[in-house]
T-cell receptor, first 116, second 110 residues
Framework: DAGITQSPRHKVTETGTPVTLRCHQT?????MYWYRQDPGHGLRLIHY???????DKGEVSDGYSVSRSKTEDFLLTLESATSSQTSVYFC???????????????FGPGTRLTVL | KQEVTQIPAALSVPEGENLVLNCSFT??????LQWFRQDPGKGLTSLLLIQSSQREQTSGRLNASLDKSSGRSTLYIAASQPGDSATYLC?????????FGAGTTVTVRA
């Protein structure tokens, strides 16, 4: 299994509070992603990173920010959590290679976030 | 916008039967297609990745085909077992991201 951990694994918070989720990898992969998974919407990309300090928005980025100061860590921050951000959040990693699988993504175990 | 559809949404088969899961996508300009398995309350496990230049990929009892021009992929699971019960997700990579289907939930009856 790819070395990806997410913390915390479960969190309950209140509307309006800031929340930070952490993704840590031991694979030294260049690309890291944050997704959310919701019933009826499937998995959707929030933000992704293509290197240290290099990040870009996905399809559902409003209300979220990210930071990547080291190759191994990718942080997702909800500046002021809302009930609509109750979801399961997954981190994923990948590497692009000139030979071999192009951008195969590996997922972490997920963080279940509840915003009351 | 890439749209990925998986049919059927759910499937129940007796043990030993072969499984056929379908995935279709609207934009054929993809780099690759990836099949995942997800168990309840768990993360996604990568099963197979097919590069855009490939027609199929095999791993053990799993075989996935890709017809990029028609926007279709099929995942075959031979001789199904109760342990194969899970949700199977198809995802295509283009325009810097993976786009996922809603999944097919498979139940294999002992």
């Amino acid at each position: 299994d790819a070395g990806i951990t997410q913390s915390p694994r479960h969190k309950v918070t209140e509307t309006g509070t800031p929340v930070t989720l952490r993704c840590h990898q031991t694979e030294n992969h260049r690309y890291m992603y944050w997704y959310r998974q919701d019933p009826g919407h499937g998995l959707r990309l929030i933000h992704y990173s293509y290197g240290v300090k290099d990040t870009d928005k996905g399809e559902v980025s409003d209300g979220y920010s990210v930071s990547r100061s080291k190759t191994e860590d990718f942080l997702l921050t909800l500046e002021s959590a809302t009930s609509s951000q109750t979801s399961v959040y997954f981190c994923a990693i990948s590497e692009s290679r000139s030979a071999g699988p192009y951008n195969e993504q590996f997922f972490g175990p997920g963080t279940r976030l509840t915003v009351l | 916008k890439q749209e990925v559809t998986q049919i059927p949404a759910a499937l129940s088969v007796p043990e030993g039967e072969n499984l056929v899961l379908n995935c279709s996508f609207t934009d054929s300009a993809i780099y690759n297609l990836q099949w995942f398995r997800q168990d309840p309350g768990k993360g996604l496990t990568s099963l197979l990745l097919i590069q855009s230049s490939q027609r199929e990929q095999t791993s053990g009892r799993l075989n996935a085909s890709l017809d990029k021009s028609s926007g279709r992929s099929t995942l075959y699971i031979a001789a199904s077992q109760p342990g194969d019960s899970a949700t199977y997700l198809c995802a295509v990579f283009n325009d810097y991201k993976l786009s996922f289907g809603a999944g097919t939930t498979v139940t294999v009856r002992a």
